[in-house]
Nanobody, 126 residues
C-alpha cells in the first residue's frame, strides 16, 4: 500500500512558477513508478509527467515539455513537479499517482496507477 500527499498548489499569475510536492509513504519512491496527472471539471484526468522506478526515465506530455520538470528526492521519499512559464490552460487539480513496476498498463493512462493523492489546486490567472 502506498499513501500519497500532495502540496504546493496555489494561485499564480501567467508566466509564474510553482513547485508541487508529493510525499510518499508505505513504499520507497525508488521502487515505484510515480506520475503527475491533472484534471479540470468535466474533463478526463490528463497525464502530465512521469518518473519511472529506479530513475530509469522521465516522460512529459507535449503540452508541458520544456516548462515542467519532474524530479525525485529519495532521502525525502518525495516526488516534485517544478512548473515554470505557467499558462491559464495549466489551471487544474493536480494529482500524484503511483504504481508498482509490475502493475502494468499504459504508462500515460490513469488506469495504470492504483494509488492516488487527494489533489492540489493550481490556478493560473491571465
Amino acid at each position: 500500500q502506498v499513501q500519497l500527499v500532495e502540496s504546493g498548489g496555489g494561485l499564480v499569475q501567467a508566466g509564474g512558477s510553482l513547485r508541487l510536492s508529493c510525499a510518499a509513504s508505505g513504499r520507497t519512491v525508488e521502487n515505484i513508478n510515480m506520475a503527475w496527472f491533472r484534471q479540470t471539471p468535466g474533463k478526463e484526468r490528463e497525464f502530465v509527467a512521469r518518473f519511472s522506478w529506479g530513475g530509469r526515465s522521465t516522460n512529459y506530455a507535449d503540452s508541458v515539455k520544456g516548462r515542467f520538470t519532474v524530479s525525485r528526492d529519495s532521502t525525502q521519499n518525495t516526488l516534485y513537479l517544478q512548473m515554470t512559464s505557467l499558462k491559464p490552460d495549466d489551471t487544474a487539480v493536480y494529482y500524484c499517482a503511483a504504481s508498482s513496476p509490475t502493475y502494468g498498463g499504459a504508462r500515460y493512462s490513469p488506469n495504470s496507477y492504483p494509488y492516488w493523492g487527494q489533489g492540489t489546486q493550481v490556478t493560473v490567472s491571465s
